[in-house]
């Protein structure tokens, strides 16, 4: 008989990346440069959280489980979560792991999620952001959602639960589609899907006391050589800073800046 | 070397532009004609697309709107051709059919290139990533290199002409815990506009517009351009979702960008910034987007799009 408390268990995949507002580079071997010291909680996460804790609360005393992989300064975007209102933490933590492309990545959450599995409640939903703002491939949640034979529901705009269906709304370039799938399943979302709380001064005192659990890749059963940048099925062989823009034109206008504008892509064959 | 096309397309058999440019890629990059994939039962439109030396047409048992029937129909096909190069269109639908391939036949993936060449038989693909402000050159080093082409980064083959052979195969369905169900879709109407992510003119508005798109409407007809929005503008319901420009909707990279009342908050950029020529038209002198513009207006877009428009018409005559 399947266990019954919690209602529902929730796993949201969190991601710690540089801030967009900051300089951001490549390293020399082409991998993103993550010690600059200012990093955060990838913005679209911060909707997935908001997904799975509303989802929580519409089903009732339901687990939710923040996720992440990356190193030391990582379990930061693991604790944004938690002051948000998650229940407790896992944090992959292995050198072994870094330079792993989108599927190494993919591969170790899903070790992680059926550990989690393992540990106790069965994992009825897995949610993710649409994207991270810094590899911004958005493979990760359908590579997921494979690597557990799930369902995925992905690019939600809506989401919702009815026993253990969920259905999501999500708006494409050329359709706008309603999905539903059985539980358990994997729903990845939109900047859309709603506007996510700001963690209060409670949350935040809460979130020093929630558990955050350190795995490895040999804790989770996954093969070094399978992820990392050793594992990675892409390799960067060149990277460099987009040259600046030249030969730049700047008015303030004073009646004419329409006709200046339309002279301007003449003479540079734009139109 | 063969390299597979899928060939996206309306529920009427109408191709995708960007399938015209992936067939011209591919038929670049490799000495072999490329091969196209048909996912569906919608009719192969009469006159081609040309350029192909085969088309494999795939029955499949499910909705192949989604990802999971796509990604068996590709899995039928690679089986039977042995193909080692596949290409799609960089669109949010096609990554989620990649990153499952990726898993399941381990291919390895490159997102949202600008460029590809098959370098001693190898995959290496142009991207810039980091808001456009870095290019980078990726090598696929698995066996199967899934590269999803960004629109607009070639030009499209005349895809007139005579029909290619149709090879016909039938998907196997993979087993599956639960399924994905498709409730509803509506499919949009055309806006008699060309498509946002690979126009070649794309003139955006943003908070600065206060809701009023009619001067980006009256130059976006002058320049044949495709219109575009700013999260803000959408946000506020002054346009459908789907115009959205910037990190989390429509990456565009057009020979044009037009931004109007656009402020250029770095979400936006990231989804703009490879623009060959960037025109910046907004009232604040300090708004970040004046960095990057190349011609950029410090005045009021009511006034100055107007005029830009009715000079370009005068210029033409």
Partial sequence: MKVTLPAVRIVVAVKHVPDIQAERTLRDDGRLARDGGDGTLNEVDENAVEAALQLAEAAGGAEVVALTMGPDDAVDAARRALQMGADSAVHVLDEAAAGSDALGTAHVLAAAVRRVAADGVPVDLVVTGMAATDGLTSLVPAALAAELALPALTLASQVSLDGDRVTVRRELDHAVETLRAPLPALVSVSDSANEARYPNFAGIMAARKKPVTVWSLADLGVDPSEVGAGGARTRVLAAAPRPARTDRVLVTDTGDAGVQLAAYLVERKLV | ?317
């Fill in chain 2, 1 to 317: 070397m063969t390299v597979l096309v899928l060939l996206d397309h309306a529920d009427d058999g109408t191709l995708r532009p960007s399938a015209g440019e992936l067939v011209a890629l591919a038929a670049r990059v490799s000495d072999e004609a490329p091969e196209g994939v048909w996912v569906g039962a919608a009719p192969l439109p009469g006159s081609g697309p040309a350029g192909l030396a085969r088309v494999h047409r795939v029955a499949v048992a499910h909705d192949e709107h989604l990802a999971q029937t796509v990604t068996d129909a590709l899995s039928a096909v690679l089986d039977a051709t042995g193909a080692a190069v596949l290409l799609l269109d960089s669109t949010f639908e096609n990554k989620d059919v990649a990153a499952r391939l990726g898993v399941a036949r381990g291919a390895g993936v490159v997102t949202d290139a600008d460029a590809l060449a098959l370098v001693d038989g190898t995959v290496v693909a142009g991207k810039t990533v980091l808001a456009g402000t870095w290019t980078t050159r990726v090598e696929v080093v698995a066996p199967l290199a899934v590269v999803l082409v960004k629109s607009g980064s070639s030009d499209a083959a005349d895809l007139a002409g005579e029909a290619p052979q149709v090879v016909e195969h039938t998907a196997a369905e993979a087993p599956g815990a639960g399924r994905v169900e498709v409730v509803e879709r509506v499919e949009r109407a055309a806006t008699g506009r060309p498509d946002l992510a690979s126009a070649a003119v794309v003139v955006v508005g943003g908070r600065g517009t206060d809701g009023d798109f009619g001067p980006l409407e009256e130059l976006a007809d002058v320049l044949g351009a495709a219109i575009g929005a700013t999260r803000v503008a959408t946000d506020e319901g002054w346009i459908a979702r789907e115009a959205q420009v910037g990190q989390t909707g429509v990456t565009v990279a057009p020979r044009l960008y037009v931004g109007a009342g656009v402020s250029g908050a770095v979400h936006h950029r990231g989804g703009m910034q490879s623009a060959g020529t960037i025109v910046a038209v907004n009232s604040d002198p300090d708004a970040p987007i004046f960095e990057i513009a190349d011609f950029g207006v410090v005045g009021d877009l009511f006034q100055v799009l107007p005029q830009a428009s009715a000079e370009l018409r005068r210029l033409r005559g």
